[in-house]
């Protein structure tokens, strides 16, 4: 998979630091644990409230 092909879903800071160093898309969950910190701060393709809310936007085969 080449950059800009992949999404990658997290939940805190630290890792959604990395993969915007490593040029992949993030998207972030507003659930789980973020140090204390607001999630919705920090910068990403998109925040999301459900990991079901990805489904559109999903391939329709997965690489493995």
């Excluded at 992949?6 to 630290?14: A, E, L, P």
């Excluded at 644990?33 to 393709?45: K, S, T």
């Amino acid at each position: 998979i080449e950059n800009g092909q992949s999404r990658i879903v997290f939940n805190d800071t630290t890792d959604a630091q990395a993969a915007n160093a490593a040029g992949c898309p993030v998207v972030l969950v507003t659930y789980g644990y973020n140090h204390g910190d607001p999630i919705r701060e920090v910068p990403a393709l998109a925040h999301i409230d459900r990991i079901d809310a990805l489904a559109p936007s999903l391939p329709t085969r997965l690489v493995r």
